[in-house]
């Protein structure tokens, strides 16, 4: 069974940092893709950023390159999202999620095979 876990959430405030971690298990870990979205209340989810586990490639949606980056370790079967001087509209629940395969943009706007529980980030002005 495909599980995720997201951790590492909380209330922070603007500029500052926080580092969520998606532990996997039940899978081949580096055959997959592993992914970070997030939704705000009223808003549509967004994709973040993915990482191919097996290559290392990385994709970050245009809202967030340059401030989070997004590294897996692959003997702990997690993967990591550095979040870098954070803005208000950065707050929303972050999940993470996987599919099969490569990392690829086309996924963080269609989704994902897999979910995990969200973990929530606040963002405080």
């Known amino acids: 069974e495909v599980q995720l876990q997201a951790s590492g959430g909380g209330v922070v405030q603007a500029g500052g940092s926080l580092r969520l971690s998606c532990q996997a298990s039940?899978?081949?870990?580096?055959?997959?893709?592993i992914g970070w979205f997030r939704q705000a209340p009223g808003k549509e989810r967004e994709g973040v950023s993915c990482?191919?586990?097996?290559?290392?490639?990385?994709y970050y949606a245009d809202s967030v390159k340059g401030r989070f980056t997004i590294s897996s370790d692959n003997a702990k079967n997690t993967v990591y999202l550095q979040m870098n001087s954070l803005k208000p509209e950065d707050t929303a629940l972050y999940y993470c999620?996987?599919?099969?395969?490569?990392?690829?943009?086309?996924?963080?706007?269609?989704?994902?095979?897999?979910w995990g529980k969200g973990t929530q980030v606040t963002v405080s002005s």
């Open positions: 999620a996987a599919d099969r395969g490569v990392a690829d943009p086309v996924k963080l706007y269609y989704g994902m095979d897999y």
């Open positions: 039940g899978f081949t870990f580096h055959d997959y893709a």
């Open positions: 990482i191919s586990t097996s290559a290392g490639s990385t």
